[in-house]
């Protein structure tokens, strides 16, 4: 008799080989042994997930020194119904890579994605002012291309995976202005919500009722007066009309907390249009911090549920006032 195989789930993210994307993914153990399938765009990537091509996506969201990446955010708040699982957090260290035995007098261009040498202007401001800046699809299609070119008058901007991948030469590493820089990845799936685990993050989208003063400031006080703290607000339009925009918010908690679902609740019931996409475990603080404070939401519940134990299951009845 035949045995039956199961197959690892498919995860999708941003091709060729060599992008952050990939090296981000691959920090991940259980992600590193699902298959793996490639997509020229962040937008395919996100698409093939609610299609139901592939179990899940993964593409970055957010950048310390640029900020969200429209492609992410958009298509999740506006083209597609997926749930973020999970966030993974990775430094970004640029180089500058060519063809072996090419130096920086001999480079006449520089190509890279756009998100990549904008975080490197002072780099090539100094070094390469002269340089023609070209925008390719990621910074492994610029190292990929090189390789195929052959141009030893141009020189890319792409993490070392990059170089391994398509055998250039790292002729400056490290060239990103800020050492410090990080990204943001997040993993998708069409359904499901990540359990809780005492130290997670909830991503919302916000569409005003209206256009009036104050409608802003009457979101985030649902949010102030449960003391919730936001750690991530921005705007983005919403396509309806100019000046109209929606309002993208990550916040501290999971939906399965009592707090952030009555802030969420008084939120729909005044209207507003809530897309909810995701509450899953917190990429930010140590290990030993996670745990405390798992450790501490475990026995936060375990006195809640104490004290609702002693609620009386029917009312108890009030004595009544003697008769004069």
């Known amino acids: 008799m035949r045995e039956s195989t199961t197959l690892p789930p498919t995860v999708a993210y941003l091709g060729p080989s060599g992008t952050f994307t990939e ?99 002072q780099y090539l401001a100094d070094h390469l002012p002269s340089a023609a800046i070209e925008a390719t ?71 005003q009722r209206d256009d009036q003063p104050g409608s802003l400031i009457s979101i985030l006080q649902e949010f102030a007066a449960r003391r919730i703290n936001l750690t991530k607000l921005t705007s983005r339009p919403t396509r309806r009309a100019l000046g109209d925009y929606c309002f993208l918010i990550d916040c501290e908690g999971h939906i399965a907390s009592e707090v952030l679902g009555d802030a969420l609740r008084s939120l729909h019931q005044q209207r507003h249009q809530v897309k909810f996409l995701g509450s899953y475990p917190s990429a930010y603080g140590s290990e030993e911090e996670q745990s405390t404070n798992r450790g501490v939401s475990s026995e936060a519940q375990r006195w809640l549920s104490e004290l609702r134990s002693q609620i009386n299951p029917v009312a108890t009845p009030h004595p009544r006032p003697a008769s004069r």
Request: glycine share 6%; aromatic share 6%; with cysteine.
């Open 23 to 121: 090296q981000a993914l691959f920090a991940q153990p259980d992600l590193a042994q699902f298959r793996h399938a490639l997509f020229g765009s962040i937008v395919e990537v996100l698409r093939a997930v609610e299609a139901g091509q592939v179990d899940y996506g993964f593409a970055a969201i957010e950048n310390m020194i640029e900020g969200s990446v429209n492609a992410t955010t958009d298509t999740l708040a506006f083209d597609a119904d997926l749930i973020i699982q999970r966030e993974v957090v990775i430094n970004i260290n640029l180089n500058l890579l060519v063809l072996p035995g090419v130096e920086l007098g001999d480079i006449v261009r520089v190509r890279s994605y756009p998100m990549a040498y904008a975080q490197c202007r």
């Open 137 to 207: 699809n990621s910074t492994a299609d610029a190292a990929r291309e090189l390789a195929e070119s052959l141009r030893r008058d141009t020189a890319v901007i792409a993490p070392q995976r990059a170089a391994e991948v398509y055998g250039l030469a790292m002729l400056k590493t490290d060239i990103e202005d800020h050492p410090d820089n990080q990204t943001r990845f997040v993993l998708v799936s069409n359904q499901g919500i990540a359990p809780p685990t005492g130290h997670d993050k909830t991503s919302i989208v916000i569409f």
